[in-house]
């Protein structure tokens, strides 16, 4: 499929699970996305062999319940992130996807300085090795109840209190459709604190198609003015009988 270069396409590994892996990464490759998002290391070099990208590499043991705001894991999330950081040095990958962890009766501004104060040591860790921890915006509306970080402000105000740009965001738009709305604006406000996309229709997180409430050629288009240059990774679970027909669609959709 012959794209028009303004949008670095991605794709999440995990809603086409049922598809073997190389298989899946053909797939991919001839569509013309460059980036596969949440592969685990021992995944890598299928991709890698293939041309493609690790766009935003997972290896996290403790799940996104229990994250960098609950002080009794800091040691361990740090054990546990550095391995990961040195092996995705090593293999050239840039992006590593981090959680904040369910507040567990946290308020907001205790969550943000256990995170910010966690977070310090791994991400000058990561400066070192040329690496950029990612933090996720999730709603927990629906997906993820008690999640923390499910408003862009907050995760704003952690980068701000980090105040690397070894640190920075992914934004979900599912995840924001559903806990704050207003796309686009918060992306042109907050772009320089994001660093990787998410999509999925709303409601359903399935096709960005017709079929859902957001209009994805407008957010492109508005990331596009951003100057952004990371990737936007489609996160849909699709309900099409061909799968990766769908995914195609996201991709086409997408590219403004």
């Known amino acids: 499929m012959e794209l028009k270069g303004n949008i670095n396409h991605a794709v999440c590994r995990w809603p086409y699970g049922d598809i073997p ?37 997972t290896g996290y043991k403790f799940g996104i ?33 981090c959680f904040s962890g369910n507040r567990h009766g946290l308020s907001e501004e205790e969550g943000l300085e256990n995170c910010a104060r966690a977070l310090e040591k791994v991400v000058k860790y990561a ?19 008690d999640y923390q970080c499910d408003h862009t402000e907050w ?9 690397s740009e070894h640190f920075g965001l992914l934004y979900d ?14 992306i042109r406000k907050y772009h320089q604190y994001i660093r ?5 229709g709303v409601p359903g997180r399935h096709e960005i198609d017709e079929t859902q409430e957001l209009y994805y050629p407008a957010i492109m288009k508005a990331i596009v003015e951003t100057r ?15 799968p990766i027909k769908a995914l195609a669609m996201g991709v086409e959709i997408c590219d403004v």
């Open 173 to 186: 738009i599912y995840h924001m459709q559903i806990m704050e709305g207003d796309v686009i604006a918060t």
């Open 196 to 200: 990787h996309f998410h999509t999925g």
């Open 155 to 163: 995760g704003v105000a952690l980068c701000e209190k980090i105040g």
């Open 228 to 242: 952004f240059n990371g990737f936007v990774a489609q996160e849909f679970v699709p309900t099409w009988d061909d």
């Open 127 to 145: 400066e070192h090795k040329n690496v950029c921890m990612v933090m996720e915006l999730l709603n927990s509306k629906v997906d993820h109840p």
């Open 21 to 57: 892996l190389e298989q899946f990464l053909d797939e991919v490759k001839a569509l013309g996305i460059r980036g596969v998002d949440l592969l685990e290391p021992h995944e890598w070099k299928a991709a890698t062999d293939r041309g493609l990208v690790c766009s935003m590499t």
């Open 65 to 97: 319940e229990d994250g960098f705001n609950d002080p009794s894991l800091h040691n361990a999330l740090y054990e546990n992130y550095t391995i990961l950081i040195d092996k995705a040095a090593e293999a050239g990958i840039s992006n590593i996807i």
